[in-house]
């Protein structure tokens, strides 16, 4: 089993930075990708950004040029760099781990509790 950790957020004025943080424990065999998604009251979860298992990164349109996606030096570390924040960042905020297993090499899916990014404006 693979527990994520989420830290960073807040509540930030428009145009303000934060940087969003992700730690797993437990073992991880295999990445098949890794990413960011938020979740906004009455809305459907959506996809921030991702990091696929051979470094390239993805950003939803609405983030792109303001938010980057970054990787620890172990496996073991995900980081989301907001800048510009606007109002309508406003969202909890979900890690994702996409782990194989050792003995199948099945995929699964790991999250985090979220945490809470808020326009403070």
């Known amino acids: 089993q693979v527990q994520l950790v989420e830290s960073g957020g807040g509540s930030v004025q428009a145009g303000g930075s934060l940087k969003l943080s992700c730690a797993a424990s437990?073992?991880?065999?295999?990445?098949?990708?890794m990413g960011w998604y938020r979740q906004a009251p009455g809305k459907e979860r959506e996809l921030v950004s991702s990091?696929?298992?051979?470094?390239?990164?993805n950003y939803a349109d609405s983030v792109k040029g303001r938010f980057t996606i970054s990787q620890g030096n172990d496996k073991n570390m995900l980081y989301l760099q907001m800048n510009s924040l606007k109002t309508e960042d406003t969202a909890v905020y979900y890690c994702?781990?996409?782990?194989?297993?050792?003995?199948?090499?099945?995929?699964?899916?790991?999250w985090g509790q979220g945490t809470q990014v808020t326009d403070s404006s």
């Open positions: 990091i696929s298992s051979d470094g390239t990164t």
């Open positions: 994702h781990f996409c782990t194989l297993a050792f003995s199948t090499l099945r995929p699964n899916n790991y």
């Open positions: 437990g073992y991880i065999f295999s990445l098949c990708g």
